[in-house]
Structure formats: structure tokens, C-alpha cells
């Protein structure tokens, strides 16, 4: 078998086979394929895209690539949950202690963020003493016991697409749907689930802008997950603003335990209804998401919900405490005002720019080494469809600089205030089984 004969193939639009796919992925992960000949045959794909069978079988060789995490002393059905990214996405705080008090088991592996705002495990930190850095056992032991515990994930889940995603980011070919969903999916089953329910974000603070983009996204994902056994839905969310009122760290968590407090932020707690449900309905505890729902929300209503949360961190040596009294979360020095220079009704949010604008206060990484500051963040006071005066605050920034210019600028360019007021964007756009 030679891999110029794969280039060609693909090249003139025709079907790989599985055994060629894995004579790829093999070579190029070992080094004896050339970056030049993966950049030609990722190219080709690029142009002449992948089926349903292909897709699934790139998949299935990047998990078979590194190495594969065992999660079969975990008692039950395990559910996971993976979002493609947006600003203020703190849905997993939530929907995890929500789905184990129902006593589905959530095992998640999660990793630090290099971007607009620290990853699921940064963000974690911001409580005292809370570490991802546990053993095996442990982890298995405190999802067998509480049912749920986050680890951080292993270096050598999907070697292989480590390594090619490198090579696509610098060859132009990043956007090609069948690179796009293996990456993400062969990272997510070498995690080890039964199960999984994806959040497909749509929209201005997104990866896919279009709704359309963004559903044939989901549609590859869960054809891949259910061509290679693991039960999947994608739910398609809109990312056109942040998620919710709280874009940072530190505030991000304090947000996340209000909402399990019967806080009602609409949007973070429908979406987290909805991906909660679709996760106890895959895991077999319910029929149907709608008497999910119903069993989730008495859970939030009779507190069970906040109690698993505060038992999940403590059983990862964080301080509990902190979630009973949030004011005790790392707090910023400075809380500046960011007012409308004019007044009407909020039309647009870039999120984006709002991602950035956290990032500049130090709540993301520029690049992989720069530290966190888990204090500072940023609070949403308008949102889509509001009316503002001017001179009325439409964030605040919470920051460790006095004059945080940058990240003013940065907001006041994210909003766009019109005379004619716009509705809300519709929050969930589609359910993909």
C-alpha cells in the first residue's frame, strides 16, 4: 500500500477503505509519513469530503492511536457531555451535579482552554484546593460514590489528531466537515463513555456561524458516535451573545451554583434543561426528556442539585464552603463601568469580542503558558433586546488594572445599539438524533 495512491484516490473523489484510512493515520502518527503527503491527502479531502463510513473509520484510528480510557468498574450508564466552544459556556458546571443527583453516572474528562477564557478545568480552580490530578481509582471510586468527578485529560488520548490538527492549522484545511467532527469525536470516545450528548454552538461567538453549518457539523458528529456504538445527539445552541450574564472564571462558577440555586438566567437554564434531559434519556433513567426535565427541575427546587455540587468539589478536596457563600470566590480589585454612548434597544452582541475583552483582563491565555487570573471576568448588564439609556452600563468589567483600556474598547465595539428594538435570538435551534 502506498500513500501516494491514497492522494489520488481521494484526489479523483472516490472511497477510502477502511484498511487505507488506518495505513494513514498509522504512518503519519509514527513519522513514517511526510507532513507533505498528509498535507496533500488532508487537501484532497478538503474538496472531495468523506462519507458516513469513512468519517467514522478516521475516527475510529485516531482513538486507536493513543491510548483509551477504561471506565468499566463505573457502575451504570456514563454520559458525557462536549460543547464546541462559546463565551460563557459554564453549562457543565451545571448539568453535571444536575445529572448525578438523579444518580446517572458522569465521568468527564476536560482540559485548560487556551483562548478567551480559561477551559472546564481553569475555571474549577478558581475554588480553593480543587484539583482534576487524580488517580484512576479515585476518579473511579468517586463516580461509583457521588456520581460524578471531572479528571484532566490524559496527553495521549488521540495522538494522531493532535498531530494532524497541527498540520491543518497551518495548510488551510481546518474547515473540512469530516476533519472537523473526527477531531472532536475521537477525543470524546477515547474518553470512554456509553453515551454522549453534544452542545453544537451557532452564531457570532462560534466556531460555525450559520445554523446550517453548524447542524450538518452535528449531523457528522452523531453518525460518527452511533456508526462506532456510542449512543449520540446534538443539541444546536445559539452562541450570538454570551451564554447567561457571567463571562470569566471565578464569576463563571458563582453563576453556574446560582442556577442550582433556582436562579432564573432564561437562557442558561434552558439550555441546561434541555442537554441535562437529553443525557438521562440516553443513559436510561427516563423515557422521554420531558419527564426528565421534570425530575431535574424538582432537583434544583428541593436543593439536591446544589448539594451535589457542593459534595462533587469536595470530594476533590475543594473547599465546599465557597459554594455556600460565593462571596468567598476570588474576587477582582477594580469594578469598571462600561456605558452606552448612545441610547435605544441592544441589537447585536459580537461574543467574540466579548471572549477577547475577558481575555485582555487576564481570564484566558494568549498563549499556552500565560497564567489565569481567576478574580477577574466580566458581567453582562444588557443584553439582546433590551432597552438602554445612555450612559447606562451595558457591562462591568471586573479587573486587577485600574483602567483596563483595552477591554473597554474592546466591549464598546461588541455592541450595537439601534432605535428599533430586536428580539431575543432563539436559544435552541435543533435536536439531532
Known amino acids: 500500500m502506498r500513500m501516494y495512491d491514497i492522494i489520488v ?61 477504561d471506565l468499566s468498574d463505573i457502575e451504570g450508564h456514563i454520559v458525557d457531555k462536549h460543547s464546541t466552544g462559546g463565551v460563557g459556556d459554564k453549562v457543565t458546571f451545571i448539568i453535571g451535579p444536575l445529572v448525578a443527583s438523579l444518580g446517572v453516572p458522569v465521568a468527564k474528562m476536560s482540559g485548560r482552554g487556551l483562548g478567551h477564557t480559561g477551559g472546564t478545568i481553569d475555571k474549577l480552580e478558581a475554588i480553593e484546593g480543587f484539583t482534576t490530578e487524580i488517580t484512576k481509582e479515585e476518579f473511579v471510586r468517586n463516580v461509583n460514590t457521588h456520581k460524578l ?43 470512554g463513555a456509553d453515551s454522549i450528548v453534544l452542545d453544537v454552538k451557532t452564531g457570532s461567538g462560534a466556531f460555525m456561524k450559520t445554523v446550517e453549518d453548524s447542524e450538518a457539523l452535528a449531523r457528522e458528529m452523531v453518525t460518527i458516535g452511533n456508526e462506532l456504538g456510542k449512543n449520540t445527539v446534538a443539541v444546536i445552541s445559539d452562541m450570538n451573545q454570551p451564554l447567561g450574564f457571567e463571562v470569566g472564571n471565578a464569576n463563571e462558577i458563582k453563576e453556574a451554583a446560582e442556577i442550582l440555586k433556582g436562579s432564573d438566567v432564561k437562557d442558561l437554564r434552558e439550555l441546561s434543561l434541555e442537554i441535562a434531559s437529553q443525557m438521562s434519556v440516553l443513559a436510561g433513567a427516563f423515557d422521554k426528556p420531558e419527564a426528565a426535565r421534570e425530575a431535574l427541575e424538582e432537583n434544583i427546587s428541593n436543593g439536591k442539585a446544589h448539594a451535589k455540587l457542593k459534595e462533587f468539589i469536595e470530594a476533590q478536596h475543594g473547599a465546599g464552603e465557597m459554594i455556600d457563600d460565593l462571596s468567598k470566590l476570588p474576587q477582582a480589585e477594580y469594578h469598571v463601568e462600561v456605558p452606552a454612548e448612545t441610547g435605544g434597544y ?6 467574540e469580542s466579548i471572549g477577547v475583552a475577558a481575555m485582555y483582563l487576564g481570564a484566558g491565555r494568549q498563549t499556552k503558558d500565560d497564567k489565569i487570573d481567576h478574580s477577574v471576568g466580566i458581567t453582562l448588564k444588557k443584553k439582546i433586546g433590551d432597552k438602554v439609556e445612555e450612559g447606562e452600563p451595558l457591562v462591568v468589567l471586573h479587573s486587577n488594572m485600574k483602567e483596563p483600556e483595552d477591554s473597554v474598547e ?4 461588541a455592541y450595537t445599539i439601534t432605535s428599533e428594538k430586536k428580539e431575543a435570538p432563539i436559544l435552541l435551534h435543533n435536536i439531532i438524533k
Open 9 to 69: 484516490k481521494k484526489r479523483e473523489g472516490n472511497i477510502l477503505s477502511e484498511e487505507e484510512i488506518r495505513f494513514f493515520i498509522n504512518g503519519y502518527t509514527n513519522g513514517e509519513i511526510p507532513d507533505y503527503q498528509a498535507s496533500a491527502l488532508a487537501m484532497a479531502i478538503y474538496f472531495q469530503g468523506m462519507n458516513g463510513k469513512e468519517t467514522a473509520a478516521l475516527t475510529q484510528a485516531m482513538v486507536d492511536s493513543g491510548e483509551k480510557i
Open 149 to 191: 468527578a471531572v479528571a484532566g485529560q490524559t496527553g495521549n488520548l488521540a495522538p494522531a489528531d493532535k498531530k494532524l490538527y497541527a498540520l491543518r492549522d497551518v495548510t488551510g484545511t481546518v474547515n473540512a466537515l469530516s476533519l472537523i467532527a473526527s477531531s472532536i469525536m475521537s477525543k470524546k470516545l477515547a474518553s
Open 410 to 413: 474592546k466591549v464598546k465595539k
Open 346 to 351: 441592544v441589537n447585536e452582541i459580537d461574543a
